[in-house]
Structures are given as structure tokens and as C-alpha cells.
């Protein structure tokens, strides 16, 4: 089975950078993902790290440790738009979601 | 390039009730998803296809809930009859470009059902 953790709420200032942490247990790693989710809307790709290290892409970043079971979405200059839920996903076709961290940007 | 549709976007029905969602895929997706989110979770897979062929269902609960993807493309999520708890928001999501490292999934809007 897989176990998926992370926080369900943060908060930050616009400007700011917040890092948003997921740690897994899984019987098998094929990937792991982040989604990003407007209220009422779908979850949307934002990034994928399948090897150890960080992948950049623009304003995010995220961060895989295979061997700690852990990632993270680090989030630079952040916008009033970013307010949203991050999603951390594990596997490939048989992604398992965790619930989501609602984060919350303030002027 | 369209995405993924689904349709209806929003139904309420009384407990007891059939309901039915309709999902089309990106063109040329092989691979075809029925995730059911509730409020404040993330979606949860009840079903995956490859092409017509139902390749996990595990998380289906098959004594209401019945799929079908005839030819490998549209697909429909059947719930019969409605609960309750079956009140979510079911997302549909596709996948699967020959070639892909991996397979990122574009989710459509989402049915939001409300079970009365």
C-alpha cells in the first residue's frame, strides 16, 4: 500500500518563497509527482522527479530523497494566483494522491 | 488542442437514484481514468483502462458502481443505485502518448454529484 503525508494548511506572504513537504511510504516507486488544484477545478501537472535531486521549472522547484521517502514543492515569488492545494502523487499509472496542502497567499 | 471533456459538470439526484458520467479522453490517449475526489482529500482511482480494457479496478465498488470504455476512447461511470456518500466531485483523466517517460495525467472538470 502507500501512505502519502502533508501538512493540510499552510500560509504565506506574496513575495515569498514556501516549501511545501510530502513524505511517502510505498511497497513500490515509480515517480512522484506534484498537482496543483484551484478550488473547483481539476488538478493541473506542475512537475515529476523520478531520480534523487531537484528539477526547476520557473518558479517551482521540487525535490526527490528516494531513500527518506520525502519530497518537496518549493515555491519562489509567490503570487496571489498561487493560492491553491498542492497535490503530492506516487506512482505512474497507478498514482496515488495524498490530500493536499491548501495554501494560502496574503498580500 | 481540446482536453479532456466531461459532462454533465454538475447533478443532483436523490438517494437511490442511477447516475451517469461521460468522460472523452484527449485524442489518441490510450490510457483513461475515473478518480472520485471528496472535500478536502485528494481523488482516489477507482478505475483505470488501457484502451477498452479495465486493467485496475480494485478501488471500484463493484456492487453499485459499473464502467465501460467501448471502442477505447469515450467512456461512462455508472453508479446504481446512489448513496449517500457517493456525493464527490468524479474527475476523469487521460494519458499515455507513445513515447512518454512517464505518464502525465490532464484531468477534465470534473461531474460534482450531490446525493440527496
Known amino acids: 500500500g502507500q501512505n502519502i503525508d502533508q501538512p493540510t494548511e499552510m500560509t504565506a506572504t506574496e513575495g515569498a518563497i514556501v516549501q511545501i513537504n510530502c513524505t511517502y511510504q510505498?511497497?513500490?516507486?515509480?515517480?512522484l509527482f506534484w498537482y496543483q488544484q484551484h478550488a473547483g477545478e481539476a488538478p493541473t501537472f506542475l512537475s515529476y522527479?523520478?531520480?534523487?535531486g531537484l528539477e526547476e521549472k520557473g518558479r517551482f522547484s521540487s525535490f526527490l530523497s528516494r531513500s527518506k521517502g520525502y519530497s518537496y514543492l518549493l515555491l519562489k515569488e509567490l503570487q496571489m494566483k498561487d493560492s491553491a492545494s498542492y497535490l503530492c502523487?506516487?506512482?505512474?499509472?497507478?498514482?496515488?494522491f495524498g490530500a493536499g496542502t491548501r495554501l494560502t497567499v496574503k498580500p | 488542442e481540446a482536453g479532456v471533456v466531461q459532462s454533465p459538470r454538475y447533478k443532483i439526484i436523490e438517494k437511490k437514484q442511477p447516475v451517469a458520467f461521460w468522460c472523452n479522453p484527449i485524442?489518441?490517449?490510450?490510457?483513461l481514468y475515473w478518480y472520485r475526489q471528496n472535500l478536502g482529500q485528494g481523488p482516489e482511482l477507482l478505475i483505470r483502462?488501457?484502451?477498452?480494457?479495465?486493467?485496475?479496478d480494485s478501488q471500484l465498488p463493484k456492487d453499485r458502481f459499473s464502467a465501460e470504455r467501448l471502442k477505447g476512447v469515450d467512456s461512462t461511470l455508472k453508479i446504481q443505485p446512489a448513496e449517500l456518500g457517493d456525493s464527490a466531485v468524479y474527475l476523469c483523466?487521460?494519458?499515455?502518448?507513445?513515447?512518454?517517460?512517464?505518464?502525465?495525467?490532464?484531468f477534465g472538470p470534473g461531474t460534482r454529484l450531490t446525493v440527496l
Open positions: 483523466a487521460s494519458s499515455g502518448l507513445a513515447g512518454d517517460s512517464y505518464n502525465e495525467q490532464f
Open positions: 510505498t511497497s513500490g516507486f515509480n515517480g
Open positions: 522527479n523520478v531520480l534523487d
Open positions: 502523487a506516487v506512482g505512474n499509472n497507478d498514482m496515488r
Open positions: 485524442s489518441g490517449h490510450n490510457t
Open positions: 483502462y488501457e484502451n477498452e480494457e479495465a486493467v485496475d
